[in-house]
């Protein structure tokens, strides 16, 4: 029986579980003990931020004896616009202790610089009036500070060399934002891949995509198109993207080259920048 994956059916699904768990006398470290799941995992499915995978469920089934219940109910569509559910996707980011993304053709939000996120921010629909586009900036760096706090979450981004050679904002605007990615590398903060033109096909050329490891719960990906995005959390689908990454990740120059390659390009920026003619 299929049951769509949504805010609702997440609800009623995790409620249910409470309900049979209490029933059953359990607290949520005792259910999750026996199912092999752990409280905080648990508290999400009930609080329906979460959906355990179909292991996941029929374990829950087995335990609490309820007939095959959680398997026959449980939401399968894996995946949620991002207009409606960009919050949530933001809380999972929040919360990861591991964050991966590769970017084929913008800086990712988190490495944008003021200027640079001015310009992006500035070519969406519905358009945006100077002070809402202000607003969604300050947004987007308050975001960043996510990178503050040096011992977590261990950040990898990987990068298409279009993201270096797409000029957003001039050369002034492109020469300050790869010197902030080349700051934040050489700090350690994070580590930078360059996956270059001379690859040329590769495993990750459909779009954007994030993977996410946590705690205490399963890891999920993230995939974004044009005014979309999927929250993807069935396991095969979040390994076949840890796996598509991975293969990408190996065609790309190693840390060290990636920051020289970004210097460079930089660089060349700078130099154009004083080239153009003074108002």
């Not at 995978?53 to 995946?79: C, I, K, M, N, W």
């Not at 590769?102 to 009036?129: C, D, F, K, N």
């Not at 760096?141 to 261990?154: I, M």
Request: hydrophobic share 35%; aromatic share 6%; glycine share 8%.
């Amino acid at each position: 029986m299929a049951i769509e994956d949504n805010p609702r059916t997440r609800e009623q699904y995790g409620q249910e579980l409470k309900r049979r768990r209490e029933a059953a006398g359990l607290t949520q470290e005792e259910l999750g003990e026996r199912v092999v799941m752990s409280r905080t995992h648990i508290a999400h499915i009930e609080a329906g931020r979460r959906r355990p995978d179909v292991e996941d469920a029929r374990r829950l089934d087995q335990v609490l004896d309820t007939g095959g219940f959680f398997e026959r109910f449980l939401p399968t569509l894996d995946g949620r616009n991002v207009a409606e559910h960009f919050k949530e996707a933001l809380e999972f980011e929040g919360a990861a202790t591991v964050v991966k993304e590769y970017a084929p053709t913008l800086v990712p939000g988190l490495l944008q610089t003021q200027a640079y996120a001015y310009e992006v921010l500035g070519t969406g629909y519905p358009r945006q009036s100077d002070e809402g586009r202000e607003k969604l900036v300050a947004t987007r760096l308050e975001r960043a500070r996510l990178l503050n706090n040096f011992e977590s979450p261990e950040v990898c981004f990987l990068l298409d060399e279009a993201v270096l050679r797409r000029v957003v904002g001039g050369p002034t605007v492109m020469c300050e934002q790869l010197l902030h990615i080349t700051e934040l590398g050489t700090s350690r903060r994070i580590r930078v891949h360059v996956l270059p033109y001379s690859v040329g096909a590769h495993a990750l050329q459909a779009g954007f995509l994030s993977l996410m490891w946590f705690e205490e719960s399963p890891p999920i990906a993230y995939a974004e198109g044009v005014n979309s995005g999927r929250i993807l959390e069935l396991p095969s689908v979040v390994r076949g993207c840890q796996e598509l990454y991975d293969q990408a990740l190996g065609d790309a120059l190693s840390h060290r080259k990636s920051l020289d390659l970004l210097r460079s390009v930089a660089e060349d920026y700078e130099h154009e920048a004083q080239r153009a003619p003074h108002p």
